[in-house]
C-alpha cells in the first residue's frame, strides 16, 4: 500500500472483515499515533475512522470508541466521559 496516496477503501475490506469476525464488542480505537504520522497524520486517520463507523449504529460506535476500551481496562464509564459523536 502507498503510504502516501491510500483512501478509505483501501482500509475498507480490513475492517468489514474485522467487525464481522470480532464486532464492535471485541474492537477498540487506536490512534497508532505518532505511526499514523507516516502515513497522513492523526488528522487523516480520524477522518477516516469517521468515516468507516458511518455505516455502525450508535451503540456500535459507541463499543468501538468507548465501551470496549472501559471494559477491557475496567474503567470507569461515565456518559459525560462518552460525549456523541
Known sequence: ????RWTVDDIRPVWDVLLSVFGPDRLMFGS???VANLAGGWNR???TVDELLDGCSADETSAILAG???T???LTRTERDLGSR
Not at 500500500?1 to 502516501?4: A, G, L, Q, V, Y
Open 72 to 74: 477491557f481496562y475496567r
Open 68 to 70: 470496549t476500551a472501559t
Open 32 to 34: 497508532d499515533w505518532p
Open 1 to 4: 500500500m502507498d503510504h502516501e
Open 45 to 47: 486517520w480520524a477522518a
